[in-house]
């Protein structure tokens, strides 16, 4: 046998084993990422696509300036992550707290709530479109509640309630997939004891049970955070951002700016700006809610 | 008791308020499957009712519209070649970096963890440029590389917290046996890492396959490569308020992603837990 030792060999192993998935990283994200720091600078039009020229500060000026739509967009999108995240997660973990009881149709009922997450948000925008202009409509006309009747999707309201409604809807069933496997993980006698001490049900689950899936909970925030902010699919078949721009979200904005108005540098620009905060957003959460983890 | 009693009623009234709620889950399902099989008159009078001659021509006028079996058999292509690459690169990435922590590995390691924050919007245009200068627009290579590189970072990550418990004495044996490092890796290990390769392929796929940005800019206007989130997008483009045939377009084109869920579901459920856990 001839062991193949020495430099060459570890060369020759490194270069099989991480070499294509370096090359491919390289290539399709690490690069065009650094090169985003240097075309954030320049004004650059889609149509042609290998000339930008170096404009200094010039959109990060104009875009802290000038850019109202898009400080409109961060808005929608910060008030948007707000709400999402805290409904989706609150219906997750009720879902979750039922679906862990010994409910006869539990098997089913957890794959009826996971269902809208296979299908993608492009798809379910379409759905929801009809849902909201003409199923709504019937069922306000069958049930005269003006809930129904309202113009749902046809202003700025709206159209934010209805995003809401949708992305819940879609991630729901998700999260409670990670806390149904979190709350199994509780140990039984710690519950029995805290019923023993005298606990009631919400107060054994806020003492015993939240400290226990903590974990659970940082990552249920974070992918529900980072999904909402980054929202797109959705917005794009289900409002377009309309009406107007009422309902844009930053994704959407920085889609818009590049590809309807050819103004890539400045899209690179508000790109980058984004990058920033969905990084800022994101590791202050994941540091809150770590400090909050204790041992079982 | 008395006590057991009322928790069963309690169990009971828990399970109904639970049905209930999966009825308005449903519900969207509901309305497109039936008014798919409405004409437009029908649907616009009552979005709610039965239809009342079930009309399946929606379904055939649109399957040839979108040229559905073209957009199924790419999106089944793309999804399965690239989900293929990235379980191979990404296993024997992690592999060699779990092995091997020198201090480029593990800063390799830190790069692929990082850029899992970077959101697709920060890379894209700078992607298109890179892409065409390399020659990758437009063709199957090319959304693959793509797919390849977005993909590679969560996948290393999850291979990478698997690999560490893999005991090392196997392959030690192995080697003794004389096997070389690639079968000790194809051999030995990769069988091993089954769990989590599932995990990954489930990630991966309802991903690649869901995805519409990407496709739009690489894949662009190539209409042999058009895949299902693009063709329905381009109908709907076309013929908005057309609501009989977009819907039928709908019904069809939600299917075989929810039958693969129906068929998987054990695994799908699994696979997102334990990938989740990791994070």
């Known amino acids: 046998m001839t062991k193949r030792s020495g430099k060459s060999g570890e060369w020759l192993q490194q270069l099989v084993f991480v070499g294509p998935g370096l090359i491919a990283f390289s290539i399709i994200v690490l690069v065009p990422f650094l090169l985003g720091f240097y075309y954030s600078f320049t004004e650059w039009n889609g149509l042609d696509l290998n000339k930008a020229h170096w404009t200094g500060m010039d959109n990060l000026n104009r875009i802290f300036m000038r850019d109202d739509k898009f400080w409109a967009a961060f808005g929608f999108t910060l008030r948007f992550t707000a709400v999402t995240v805290l409904a989706s997660n609150l219906l997750a973990f009720l879902l979750a707290l039922m679906l862990t009881r010994a409910l006869k149709t539990r098997n089913l009922l957890r794959t009826v709530f996971f269902v809208p997450n296979v299908i993608g948000g492009i798809l379910l925008g379409y759905i929801w479109q009809f849902i909201f202009t003409k199923g709504f409509k019937t069922i306000g006309e069958m049930t005269g509640w003006s809930f129904f009747e309202q113009p749902w999707l046809g202003t700025a309201g709206t159209g934010f309630w209805g995003l809401v409604i949708v992305f819940v809807w879609q991630s729901a069933g998700y999260m409670m997939v990670i806390y149904i496997a979190a709350l199994t993980g509780v140990p039984k006698d710690m519950l029995e004891a805290a019923t023993i001490d005298g606990a009631g049900y919400w107060q054994s689950i806020r003492k015993v049970t939240l400290p226990l899936i903590m974990p659970a909970i940082t990552v249920c925030l974070f992918l529900t955070i980072s999904n909402a902010f980054k929202m797109f699919d959705l917005n794009l078949s289900l409002t377009k951002g309309g009406p107007g721009t009422s309902t844009q979200s930053l994704a959407y904005n920085i889609y818009a700016e590049a590809l309807v108005n050819n103004r890539y540098g400045l899209g690179t620009a508000k790109a980058m700006l984004f990058f920033l905060a969905v990084s800022l957003i994101a590791v202050t959460q994941v540091w809150l809610t770590k400090r909050k983890e204790v041992e079982a | ?279």
Request: hydrophobic share 55%; proline share 4%.
């Open chain 2, 1 to 279: 008791m008395n006590r057991e009693r009322s928790l069963r009623y309690r169990l009971v009234g828990i399970e109904v308020f639970a049905i209930l709620l999966a009825l308005l889950f449903l519900a969207p399902f509901y309305f497109v499957l039936v008014n798919s099989l409405k004409t437009l008159g029908e649907i616009l009078v009552d979005a709610a009712s039965l239809p009342e001659i079930y009309k399946f021509t929606n379904y055939s006028r649109v399957w040839d519209m979108i040229r559905f079996p073209t957009a199924l058999r790419n999106s089944v292509v793309i999804t399965a070649i690239s989900v293929a690459g990235i379980v191979t690169i990404s296993s024997m990435t992690a592999y060699r970096l779990v092995r091997r922590p020198t201090r480029f590995n593990n800063l390799l390691f830190l790069a692929f963890i990082s850029s899992m924050i970077i959101p697709f919007q920060s890379v894209m245009l700078q992607l298109v440029r890179v892409t065409s200068i390399l020659e990758l627009r437009g063709d199957l290579l090319g959304i693959v590389v793509c797919y390849l590189g977005f993909g590679l970072a969560l996948s290393v990550f999850l291979f990478h917290g698997f690999i560490k418990g893999v005991p090392l004495e196997i392959e030690e044996a192995a080697v003794m046996d004389g096997c070389s490092p690639y079968g000790v890796f194809w051999r030995i290990v990769f069988p091993l890492l089954k769990p989590i390769a599932v995990t990954v392929v489930i990630l991966n796929t309802l991903w690649i396959w869901n995805d519409y940005l990407l496709p739009v800019l690489i894949i662009g206007s190539n209409k042999d490569l058009t895949t299902i989130p693009l063709a329905v997008t381009r109908f709907f483009g076309q013929y908005t308020k057309q609501w009989d045939l977009a819907l039928a377009g709908l019904a069809m084109s939600v299917t075989p992603i929810v039958v693969l869920f129906l068929l998987l579901q054990k695994h799908i459920v699994e696979g997102i837990t334990s990938g989740s856990v990791k994070g």
